[in-house]
């Protein structure tokens, strides 16, 4: 099927595939919050480097650096550091982007769709307004049970969990 430029290939989320009904208990982990915070300032929050840099790693752990290019393709880089100074440094790409609704984020991509050589993870996070307060679920995605049960021994609950409080925290100062 080809594509004419003309065409309209964009749904609204509701009539989008649901990424929860698809969650495979196997292989996923999900955090779903209602966070009282407009869904807006979510979208903004999560869309800038700046600010991802204030809440994307659980404290003590910090965020140093963040590269954004929101676009399919685009890069999605942060660099982590522990409590010990160690640097954990993650690049991915987004691969789809509905702005205020979904963002679909992996690092079995590189920039510009390229093939990276260790995957882990590809997140979609939904973002559902509920008149001044926001639906948030994130929905995680291993390639297998082993990087799941990784994620978990990670601290994928408490860490997730973590970070969007962080989130929160952020968006009350602004």
């Known amino acids: 099927m080809t594509r004419n430029d003309s065409e309209k290939d964009e749904f609204p989320l509701s009539e989008r595939p649901n990424y929860q009904e698809r969650n495979d208990g196997r292989l996923d982990l999900t955090l779903h919050r209602v966070v009282d915070v407009p869904r807006s ?6 869309t800038d480097p700046e600010q991802i840099k204030k809440w994307w790693a659980p404290r ?5 650096d963040c590269k954004m290019d929101l676009r399919p ?20 790409c987004f ?4 702005p205020e609704e979904k ?23 939904t973002l559902r307004d509920l008149g001044g307060k926001t639906d948030y679920t994130a929905l995680v995605m291993h390639r ?9 021994t990670m601290g ?6 973590t ?10 100062e602004l």
């Open 60 to 64: 003590p752990w910090s965020t140093v």
């Open 95 to 98: 691969l789809e982007i509905v």
């Open 163 to 172: 970070v969007l409080d962080q989130l929160v925290e952020v968006a009350k």
């Open 156 to 161: 994928f609950h408490q860490g997730w969990s």
């Open 103 to 125: 963002l679909v984020m992996t690092n079995a991509l590189e920039p510009g769709y390229r093939p990276a050589v260790e995957p882990f993870f590809t997140v979609v996070l």
């Open 41 to 46: 300032l979510i979208w903004k929050i999560w």
């Open 73 to 92: 393709g685009g890069i999605f880089a942060t660099t982590m550091r522990s409590p010990e100074g160690q640097d954990f440094p993650y690049v991915g």
């Open 144 to 152: 297998d049970e082993e990087g799941k049960k990784k994620h978990e």
